[in-house]
């Protein structure tokens, strides 16, 4: 399994696009990108998916370079409730995920 | 789509005593579910994975005697405590991945169990 490393905190104020970056240098040819949001006490939660190039939805944008080895995940103008736990994973789509520690994202007004 | 529950939510017991936690799935049908535990301030730490109608794989350190999993059908997974002792309290979380619709095969998770173990 593709180990992850992401930075462990980061700080933004509201209304500014959050870029979050990940690395996975060994990832494997049938590795997906996915990123969770998780916020106290609760289960984490679906953001985005991706295997290559851009990904977008209604909530983020994911970034893919063609080597594969990293990930952004760009959240447009954050607001305070974005203030959460970020996390990126690899792996089959059916795959056990192994969980890093995540990125602290603080959000201030 | 995609929602997973949990029953209870949280949950208070007796040292000793046997604890389940239920995990379904409301709108697909999960091939694969994973259990996951989670202490304060820590990432989410897998314990076993499960396949409909067949045992479950626990990772390495996780007692499959005192971490009783049964995943009886496309929806339903549970986690049963057994003698439950106070370091056992934590967040207990279910995920489930599958296929509905459009859906991709992705893992979504529930919304976590808390177990406190007095």
């Known amino acids: 399994l593709a180990k992850t490393t992401q930075p462990i905190s980061m700080d933004s104020y509201e209304g500014q696009e959050v870029n979050i970056t990940c690395s996975h240098n060994?990832?494997?040819?049938?590795?997906?990108i996915t990123w969770y949001q998780q916020f106290p006490s609760q289960g984490p939660r679906f953001i985005i998916q991706g295997y290559k190039t851009k990904v977008t939805n209604e909530v983020a944008s994911l970034f893919i370079p063609a080597d594969r080895k990293s990930s952004t995940l760009s959240l447009p103008r954050v607001s305070l409730s974005d203030t959460a736990v970020y996390y990126c994973l690899v792996g089959g789509l059916t795959d056990k995920l192994i969980f890093g520690t995540g990125t602290r994202l603080q959000v201030f007004p | 789509g995609a929602v997973v529950s949990q029953h209870p939510s949280w949950v208070i017991c007796k040292s000793g005593t046997s604890v389940k936690i239920e995990c379904r799935s409301l709108d697909f049908q999960a091939t694969t579910m994973f259990w996951y535990r989670q202490f304060p301030k820590q990432s989410l730490m897998l314990m076993a994975t499960s396949n409909e109608g067949s045992k479950a794989t626990y990772e390495q350190g996780v007692e499959k005697d005192k971490f009783l999993i049964n995943h009886a059908s496309l929806t339903l997974s549970t986690l049963t405590v057994t003698s439950a002792h106070p370091e056992d309290s934590s967040f207990y979380i279910c995920?489930?991945?599958?296929?509905?619709?459009?859906?991709?095969?992705?893992?979504?998770f529930g919304p976590g169990t808390r177990l406190t173990v007095l």
């Open positions: 060994n990832i494997a040819t049938n590795d997906y």
């Open positions: 995920s489930a991945s599958g296929t509905s619709g459009t859906l991709t095969d992705t893992q979504y």
